[in-house]
Nanobody
Framework: QVQVVESGGGLVQPGGSLRLSCTAV????????MGWSRQAPGKQLERVAS???????DYADSVKGRFTISGDNAKKTIDLQMINLKPEDSAVYYC??????WGQGTQVTVSS
């Protein structure tokens, strides 16, 4: 019975930035174990960033140094700040719990 709502996607030029937000509406007691995954057309779902604990966040090699995950456990929200976006970052981004998407996702398109 987990329900989340993602927002913040859009169309940006290469080198631009976006901030994605996820709000847990139902079924989430802790933001730890939550994160972001993405799926481009014809490709597998890819884990991008995870909040493992208050002391640890993990990132895919392809986004290290460009993406930053953060969260507020009291508000049950997590954000993904993305900078220096590349065309290969284009995908539907999903908010996850233990790797499983629960919402509809938000589209990110990086193109001139």
């Amino acid at each position: 019975q987990v329900q989340v709502v993602e927002s913040g996607g859009g169309l940006v030029q290469p080198g631009g930035s976006l901030r994605l937000s996820c709000t847990a509406v139902k079924g989430i007691e802790s933001i730890y174990g939550m994160g972001w995954s993405r799926q481009a057309p014809g490709k597998q779902l890819e884990r991008v960033a995870s909040l493992v604990s208050p002391q640890r966040a993990d990132y895919a090699d392809s986004v290290k140094g460009r993406f930053t995950i953060s969260g507020d456990n009291a508000k049950k929200t997590i954000d993904l700040q993305m900078i220096n976006l590349k065309p290969e970052d284009s995908a539907v981004y999903y908010c996850t719990k233990f790797g499983r998407p629960w919402g509809q996702g938000t589209q990110v398109t990086v193109s001139s």
